[in-house]
């Protein structure tokens, strides 16, 4: 994998484990490596040890490959800063980070003592946060960057005797969901690995004939891929295990609706319903939180209204902006003064604006050179919305309808034209 060349990769908790399977990978490719590790017991307990993080050092250095120790704590937020800052002393900035150091401490729900349950979520989940952020804002920067953070079938699908660990592990899916959306103009992917691989955390859980095949090493191929510049995801999960991948992921149920939105519905209601309220067919992923209000909006969009059993409806684009100046309502015009331009793509598209000045209005086909909004739609989906079809915030909420500019002047556009078919 060539691109890895020359990456600066921080691994935390790579002196052990996974993590010091990715931090050799990593080096062999010719990347340069940060090795973190604070070297504690599995448990997070005693004073840690130098020895393992530098081991892995040597290791790399043997190889021939470029890597430097750094022994700070994910638990803190300083600990995550120095490690970023040790990425920046060696090697100038960072390119890949991955979220990897863990311990563990199962208990059973009832016998979970505080300082259990913070001691894993500060290190999994807290550490993740401690990290990224300093190394996030480093990406940005420069417009490049890849995250990988570590989630488990405990925290994915549940596990006895794990609530700390699983509650930590399922947070680092939630901050993925979001970061995959603060970077996405950045060139900053964030995906998820759930590994399974012998290690000292492992030894014990997993059947002793099941755990020698489980070698970190199967595991590695797919971390490394989804940190390089080709990983072509952002914001999905891939369990990994001896060469078995899937993808995991969060889908939601096609849906019903009950009442009119209105007025609150008896509970009854929903029982009559139960199978279609929790079907999962038809189910589907969302890229983010707006698409699912989207689809909210949409279940109670109102059909366009009838005028007697006519057919409604523009059939082109074209003829939508030769009503325009007709549907304009002066009345609603005062002291509007605005250039609305629309860019319509597809067959049927084009380019028109409309003026609107002193309370009137003036459609042109064309761009005009100082735009104050500009909205950028399909054919299809322009047709559709001015058909009534589509309701204009459910377009803008999935992303059908772009809009550049004054948003706040898209506004108006409701009040300013009324269309009659
Ligand atoms: P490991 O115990 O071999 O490696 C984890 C490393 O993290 C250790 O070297 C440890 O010293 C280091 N570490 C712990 N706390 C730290 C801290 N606060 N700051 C810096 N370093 C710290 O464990 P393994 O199995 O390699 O685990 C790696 C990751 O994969 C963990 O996040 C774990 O939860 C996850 N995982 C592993 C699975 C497996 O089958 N091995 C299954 C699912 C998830």
Redesign the pocket.
């Known amino acids: 994998m060539e691109e890895l060349i020359n990456k600066v990769a921080i691994v935390?908790?790579a002196?052990?484990?996974?993590?010091r399977v990715y931090a050799l990978e990593l080096a062999k490719r010719g990347a340069r490596v940060v090795v973190?590790?604070?070297?504690?017991a599995?448990d997070?307990s005693g004073k840690g040890s130098k020895k393992?993080a530098d081991q892995v050092v040597e290791e790399i250095q043997a190889l021939g490959g470029e890597a430097v120790a750094n022994h700070d704590?994910?638990?803190t937020v300083a600990?995550g800063e120095k490690i970023v800052q040790a990425a920046l002393d060696a090697f100038g900035t960072v390119d890949i980070l991955i979220n990897?150091?863990?311990?563990l401490r199962d208990k059973t729900f009832l016998k979970m003592e505080p300082e259990n349950w913070q001691a894993v979520l500060d290190?999994?989940l807290n550490?993740a946060y401690h990290v990224s952020r300093p190394a996030f804002g480093v990406m940005k920067e420069k417009g490049y960057g890849r995250i990988l953070m570590?989630t488990?079938?405990a925290g994915l699908y549940g596990n006895f005797g794990q609530t700390n660990y699983s509650a930590a592990k399922m947070g680092l899916v939630g901050l993925m969901n979001t970061l995959k959306l603060e970077g996405e103009r950045s060139n900053i992917k964030v995906n998820t690995i759930?590994?399974?691989?012998a290690?000292?955390?492992?030894k014990d859980i997993l059947p002793p004939d099941f755990i020698d095949k489980l070698q970190?090493e199967l595991v590695a191929p797919m971390a490394l891929y989804l940190v390089s510049q080709q990983c072509p995801v952002s914001g999905n999960i891939y369990n990994v295990g001896m060469g078995f991948l899937n993808r995991a992921a969060i889908v939601t149920g096609p849906g019903i609706v009950v009442g009119d939105g209105r007025e609150m519905p008896d509970p009854e209601q929903l029982l009559t319903q139960w199978e279609n309220l929790t079907t999962l067919k038809g189910a589907k992923e969302y890229w983010n939180a707006t698409e699912q209000i989207g689809d909210v909006l949409q279940a109670f969009a109102r059909p366009a209204e009838d005028d007697g059993g006519k057919a409604q409806g523009f059939e082109s684009v074209e003829a939508i902006f030769d009503a325009m100046p007709k549907a304009f309502v002066a009345d609603a015009a005062a002291g509007v003064d605005v250039v609305f331009q629309f860019v319509i793509s597809g067959d049927g598209g084009g380019d028109w604006y409309s003026v609107i000045k002193d309370g009137s209005c003036a459609v042109e086909a064309g761009s005009h050179e100082k735009p104050g909004c500009t909205l950028k739609m399909t054919d299809e989906d322009f047709l559709n919305m001015m058909n009534g079809v589509l309701p204009p915030m459910q377009a803008y909420t999935s992303g059908k309808l772009k809009i550049e500019g004054d948003i706040m002047k898209s506004q108006l556009i409701e009040k300013l034209f009324k269309f009659k078919f």
């Open positions: 935390t908790g002196g052990a484990g996974l993590g973190n590790d604070l070297g504690g599995p997070g393992p704590n994910v638990a600990g990897n150091a863990g311990i290190v999994h550490g570590t488990s079938a759930a590994p399974v691989a290690s000292r955390l492992t970190p």
